[in-house]
Structures are given as structure tokens and as C-alpha cells.
């Protein structure tokens, strides 16, 4: 073929070496990437056999010198964020240490499209290429952008068929009611040689305390506070707490032997993104799983106290719940239903402790001219200490009336209408199996299984609360017998074991029992 008048010729280099002039052949710079997906004992193997393979392979060619195997052991591919020796590669590339990179496989490179031809370009452009030894591509070929762009997209669906099988898998072993928990962090419980949770004994104990306490008024911090004064370790094995801890420990299912199952789920494959189940998805709860810590009616009553401390209204306006003195929250004020809060005066250089109406003192934001009265604190106490003496000196005429509020409190067979729930929910979970892809059939028989799980919760809750007015007025009744004589000071325990709500009028105070019992006491 003629050479055009206006094209010249530029020859190749020569090397010239300074003290012979012959031509220096570079060898080309060849890493290896290998990595296996797990760390089962049999992939380990063929980890080391990948990396012996490469090593020889490339030695044995006598004009390829070894810059390095590159190897991430037991990582996933899916992203390439968390492979270390990866990302050391490319950096390498960048550098200008390698000519050329072998490896097994595209799935082996990257199961990410977007990952995978970001990085082959990348590295074409610094004209390095990359050898798929089972596809047999050479990026660096004229066929391997195309073909490139065809595997990975193959190895991408490959992932994201084998996630969705792992997530069938998942679902069919939640509908199976097979519970898998990771234990490492579960205060309470670890598990046997099958695999299933039991009870350690010492940290059951601990889980326990946590919700005794908040059932004899203790907040969140409290209990904080009071394990780490203990020493006691948490979950993690650490001596600090966290509020969020002890609000996880009183909000867990488990701890009632029960399991709800996918509270999250996998959003992205790609990035393994995970977020809270809002009902996306289906979940599933198993009844009885394992050996319970903390009895049903107990966790019913302590989810109640939750909410109601989240939700302290008095005339519409939300108010925070204290749990630092016995009294706080549990003085209502007679004319606006508004709580009553402690508070030091200073008056002329009298010091003294009083408790006033949250409105009255907050009058300019509240908007209300509420005329409640100050009370002085030894008044309140004293108030408190003349009803619980009040109450033992009636004992004869209290007690029948309680034992009958604790027949009353028995009334209602929740287990016959349990059991008729359960038949039910059962119909229409054997029905939804049948429905097939009807979307809008699914939906209806959807809709009924949740109303009739909030039904079920709703008659738990309720045998709770009863179970919870029987436990209050034995514990009234217990301390009415035991009792031999008056009380003669204010007690911040008994309190928190016996009060239910004090309110203050013009002219008396009445106090409420959590019993039920109700005593006016002038103050």
C-alpha cells in the first residue's frame, strides 16, 4: 500500500542502553485478582488454590514478571466498597505498576454492571487489560467492550437471582415459623447445640430487674444508671449503657418466648440495603418459639406504661414524663387536669419546696388563668401518709370491697375469644395461600388478618390490664395484712408500690389507690 504525500512515517523507538546498543525488551507487568464469596471451609481451599494457580501461571511465563495476587478472602462482590485488595489494584493501576490483569472470572471481578465496566474502562484507558480466563475476553480486544458489557450484565442478573432465592428462602422458613436470632447481643438468651435459644439463667435475672423497675415507676435513664452503678454488663459485654438499650430489652417480643419475624428487609441487592418492615413486606409472627423470660400479661402491661408515659396529656397538652421523685406526674391539679411540678422558692430568703399547677405557672404560654393552689411538700406528703393510715385503719370495710374488685377484675374468658380469633385468622391465612396473583384479593384477605391480629392484641391487652387491677389490689391487700401498725413518715416507696394519682382541690385532697380505692384527706 502507497504511503500518502502529506503522511510520514514515524518509526518506533529504540531503547539504547549506555553501554550496548541493542534493543531492551520490557517484560509485562501481570497481577492477578482472585476472591472467593464465603468463608465455608471448602471455599477457603479453593481461595489458596486460586492464589497458587495465578502465582505459577504467571512465573512460568517467561515474559510476564509478577507484580502480586491480589486476593480478598470470604468478602462479597456485589459492591466493590468493601474489597480491600481490590480497591488496592485499581490504585496500583493508577500508579503505573501493572500492564495486565488476570482473573477466573467476570462474576469473580465484579457481579455489578455498573461497577464492573466502570472499572474495565477505567483501567482500557490506561491501557491495562483485564483477561477473563472462562469467558476468554481481553478488555483491550475490540469485541471486549461489547462483550464485557453483555457477561456482566449475565453475572449482575446471576446475583440478583441467586438474592432473590435466598430471600424465598428466608420467607418459606418465616412461614415455617423457624426463628433464627443472631444471640451475640441478646441479653438473656444464647443457644444449644440445634441452634435454638435458652435461657441464661444470670442474664435473665438481669432482664427482669429491668422490668420491674419500670413497672415501679423507674424511667429509662434510672435503670441506666442503676446497672451501671451495679457493674452489670450489657448485651455486648459492655459496662455503659444506653436509655435505647433498656427501651429495646422492654419492647422485644422474645422476651415473651415469641418472635416477629423480617422487622426489615433488603431494599437494593446491589448495596444490601437494608430498612425497617413499615408493612412493605410481609412479617411474621411465631408464637411461642422458645422458652419465655418475662410472663405475656407483664409485657402487655409495661408496653401500656410505655405509651402512657409517651403520652401524658393533661387538657390537650403533651407534658414529659419524671420519674425523679415517687410524686412526679401523679399530682393533678382539681380544676384544669393539668400535672403538678416540684418546685424550690426562695422567698426573702425562705427557702421551701412546693408543688404548683404546671398551667398556673406556665400562665403566659399555657393561656390559662388557672386558680389551683400551691401546695407545700410535707402538706403533700403528709396528705399521703393520712390515706394509707386511713386505709389500714378501715381495713375490715376495705378489704371485703377489694377481694370483690378482684373477683370483678376475673370476669371474661379471653381464651375462648382468643382461640376463636386464631380459628379465624387461620381461615384466612389458608385462603390468601389460595389466592394466587388475585392483587386485589390478596389485599381483602390481608386487611382482615390485621384487623384480626389487632383484635387478638386488643383482648391480650385487656386480659393484661385485668391481671394487672388483680395484682394491684392483692399488693394493697398483702400490705393492709401484713401492716401492724400506722405508718409514721412519708415512704417514696410506697408510694411508687401503692399510689395511683393524687389530685388537689380548694380543700382536700383525694388519693387514688392503684387499687382502685379512692380516700379524701383535708389539706
Known sequence: MAIAGNVTVIPPKRTIGTQKKTETVQKTRVAAYCRVSTEFEEQESSYEMQVEHYTSYIMSNPDWELVEVYADDGISATNTAKRESFNRMIQDCRDGKIDMILTKSISRFSRNTVDCLKFTRELKGLNIAVYFEKENINTLDAKGEVLMTIMAALAQQESESLSANVRLGIQFRNQAGKVQVNHNRFLGYTKDEDGKLIIVQEEAEIVRRIYAEYMDGASFLQIKRGLEADGILNGAGNAKWYESNIKQILTNEKYIGDALLQKTYTVNTLEKKRVANNGLAPKYYVEGSHEAIIERDVFLR????????????????????????????????????????????????????????????????????CPARTIREEDLQAAVVTAINDAWSKRDTVLPALKENIRSAIEGDSEAQIAEVDREIKERQAELLGAGNDQKKIDKIGDAIISLREERQAILADAAARQGLRDKVNDLVAFLDEQTTEITEYSEILVRRLVEKITVYDEKLTVEFKSGLEIDVDA
Open 302 to 369: 409495661v408496653q401500656a406504661e410505655i405509651v402512657r408515659r409517651a403520652n401524658i396529656l393533661t387538657d390537650g397538652k403533651q407534658r414529659i414524663y419524671s420519674a425523679r421523685y415517687a410524686l412526679s406526674s401523679i399530682v393533678v391539679c382539681g380544676h384544669c387536669g393539668d400535672i403538678y411540678r416540684r418546685i424550690k422558692w426562695n422567698n426573702r430568703g425562705c427557702k421551701s419546696t412546693v408543688w404548683r399547677c404546671v398551667s398556673r405557672v406556665l400562665k403566659k404560654s399555657s393561656g390559662i388563668d
